[in-house]
């Protein structure tokens, strides 16, 4: 499968985006779909999960309550909507694929290509 994410940009803090990731190729109903980010100098961190099938969601302390994963499987897409962007959600966000849940970027073995995302302040 390949992934491509789109949907960054420039936002004031306090402002929404939401990122999509468009899927080439079946997703299995057991796969796991992640969003990471990743911010200058600093490693690449876990975000938020969906299990394809299930729908079931999971989120980093750090973003639980502000974002929300969803996916719609006939378009084979995965969204994250951002809301109360602050600046230090700023980062590079990548969406991957899995085969099982997980928080590291090494239980994931498809990666899209990233989209960069900056909020002012």
């Known amino acids: 499968v390949q992934l491509q994410a789109f949907g960054?940009?420039?936002?004031?803090?306090?402002?929404?985006?939401r990122l999509s990731c468009a899927a080439s190729g079946r997703i299995f109903s057991s796969?796991?779909?992640?969003?990471?980010?990743q911010a200058p100098g600093k490693e690449r961190?876990?975000?938020s999960a969906i299990r394809w099938g299930?729908?079931?969601?999971y989120y980093a302390d750090s973003v639980?309550?502000?974002f929300t994963v969803s996916?719609?499987?006939?378009?084979?897409?995965v969204y994250l909507q951002m809301n109360s962007l602050k600046p230090e959600d700023t980062a590079v966000y990548y969406c991957?694929?899995?085969?099982?849940?997980?928080?590291?970027?090494?239980?994931y073995n498809a990666w899209g290509q990233g989209t960069?995302?900056?909020?002012?302040?």
């Open 64 to 66: 639980k309550g502000q």
């Open 8 to 17: 960054g940009g420039l936002v004031q803090a306090g402002g929404s985006l």
């Open 45 to 47: 961190e876990f975000v």
């Open 71 to 77: 996916r719609d499987s006939a378009k084979n897409t």
């Open 31 to 37: 796969a796991v779909m992640g969003w990471f980010r």
């Open 54 to 57: 299930r729908g079931s969601t």
């Open 116 to 121: 960069l995302v900056t909020v002012s302040s």
């Open 96 to 107: 991957a694929r899995g085969v099982s849940l997980g928080d590291t970027p090494a239980d």
